[in-house]
């Protein structure tokens, strides 16, 4: 069993940054892969950035905007999100599964409003 909190969020500028942090329970972390979503009013949740033991993956529309990492001592992850714009706006979820299955843990979700 995974328990997550994501923290971090918050109203930025267009063209701010916002570190969100998931921090993880539990004392194999570092054998979860970590990803984040994200969900916009009225839209699907998609997929933003994913990490396993040290490859990343990004959805198009963030990539070379945002960086996602991961501290295995601190049971943390981070999305680190720069060059923020109005369609980021949305509520931020981490999620971990274990490798080789689906996303079975989440978090609560964290609000980021990026006003123009």
């Known amino acids: 069993q995974v328990q997550l909190v994501e923290s971090g969020g918050g109203l930025v500028q267009a063209g701010g940054s916002l570190r969100l942090s998931c921090a993880a329970s539990?004392?194999?972390?570092?054998?979860?892969?970590m990803g984040w979503f994200r969900q916009a009013p009225g839209k699907e949740r998609e997929r933003v950035a994913e990490?396993?033991?040290?490859?990343?993956d990004y959805a198009d529309s963030v990539k070379g905007r945002f960086t996602i990492s991961r501290d295995n001592v601190k049971n943390t992850m981070y999305l680190q999100m720069n060059s923020l714009a109005p369609e980021d706006t949305a509520v931020y979820y981490c999620?971990?599964?274990?490798?080789?299955?689906?996303?079975?843990?989440w978090g609560q979700g964290t609000q980021v409003t990026v006003s123009s």
């Open positions: 999620a971990a599964r274990q490798f080789g299955h689906s996303y079975a843990y």
């Open positions: 539990g004392r194999t972390f570092s054998m979860y892969a």
């Open positions: 990490i396993g033991s040290s490859n990343t």
